[in-house]
C-alpha cells in the first residue's frame, strides 16, 4: 500500500519560514519524481517545485529564490524549505510522487498539509 504523508504545515507570519516534509512508504523512492504542489481557495492545483530521481529541479516562478526542494532518498522523504514566506503562499501544500513507466503512469499523493502565512 502506497502512503504519502506531508507534515510540518502551520501558522506564521509574513517573512518568516517552514520546512514541510513528506514521508512515502510502499513505492521505490529513489525512482519517483517528486513534486510539491499548494491550492488556494477558489484556485487551481499548482506545482510549485520538482525533483526528479535524477536530481534535477524546477520552481514555479512565484517561489523561485524563496523555497528549496530537496531529496533523502535514505529516508522516503522530501522537504520543502520555504523562506520569505508572504500571506499569498497560503494554501494547502501537497505531496506528489509520480513515475512514468512506458504508457503507465503511477501518480500518488498525500492529503495535504495546511499553510498559514498572516500579514
Known amino acids: 500500500q502506497v502512503r504519502i504523508v506531508e507534515s510540518g504545515g502551520g501558522l506564521v507570519q509574513s517573512g518568516g519560514s517552514l520546512r514541510l516534509s513528506c514521508a512515502s512508504s510502499?513505492?521505490?523512492?529513489?525512482?519517483?519524481?517528486m513534486g510539491w504542489y499548494r491550492q488556494a481557495p477558489g484556485k487551481q492545483r499548482e506545482l510549485l517545485a520538482g525533483?526528479?530521481?535524477?536530481?534535477?529541479?524546477n520552481y514555479a516562478r512565484s517561489v523561485k529564490g524563496r523555497f528549496t526542494i530537496s531529496r533523502d532518498n535514505g529516508k522516503n522523504m522530501v522537504y520543502l524549505q520555504m523562506n520569505n514566506l508572504k500571506p499569498e503562499d497560503t494554501a494547502v501544500y501537497y505531496c506528489?510522487?509520480?513515475?512514468?513507466?512506458?504508457?503507465?503512469?503511477?501518480?500518488?499523493w498525500g492529503q495535504g498539509t495546511q499553510v498559514t502565512v498572516s500579514s
Open positions: 506528489n510522487a509520480v513515475r512514468q513507466v512506458g504508457r503507465d503512469t503511477y501518480d500518488y
Open positions: 510502499g513505492i521505490i523512492f529513489s525512482v519517483y519524481t
Open positions: 525533483l526528479t530521481s535524477g536530481g534535477s529541479t
